[in-house]
Nanobody, 126 residues
Framework: QVQLVESGGGLVQAGGSLRLSCAAS????????MGWFRQAPGKEREFVAA????????FYADSVKGRFTISRDNAKNTMYLQMNSLKREDTAVYLC???????????????????WGQGTQVTVSS
């Protein structure tokens, strides 16, 4: 069982930066692949980024590539999402998710993940 809690969201101007955190409970965090998703009002939840348990594999959605950086600290049971050059279209609730074994082919599918956090709101103003 893994419990996830996101933090770090807030209101930021376009072009600004935020760092989100996802704190996990349980001693097996380091064995889980992790992902970030986001959901804007009236839109479907979409994949943002994923990182394997060792950090050896990292993937991003095209919409955030070059602006966002996913990372994890297994000693702290925490995953991060550094978001730079934020745009209005990045406004959404950001959720973290965990999966014991993640496939490159399906890592973008929310149905693949076993555990989810409640989300943290990110609002980017112009």
């Amino acid at each position: 069982q893994v419990q996830l809690v996101e933090s770090g969201g807030g209101l930021v101007q376009a072009g600004g930066s935020l760092r989100l955190s996802c704190a996990a409970s349980g001693r097996t965090f380091s064995s889980y692949a992790m992902g970030w998703f986001r959901q804007a009002p009236g839109k479907e939840r979409e994949f943002v980024a994923a990182i394997w348990w060792s950090g050896s594999n990292i993937f991003y959605a095209d919409s955030v590539k070059g602006r966002f950086t996913i990372s994890r600290d297994n000693a702290k049971n925490t995953m991060y999402l550094q978001m730079n050059s934020l745009k209005r279209e990045d406004t959404a609730v950001y959720l973290c998710a965990a999966k014991k074994v993640l496939s490159i082919a399906t890592m973008h599918l929310m149905s693949e993940y076993d555990y989810w956090g409640q989300g943290t709101q990110v609002t980017v103003s112009s």
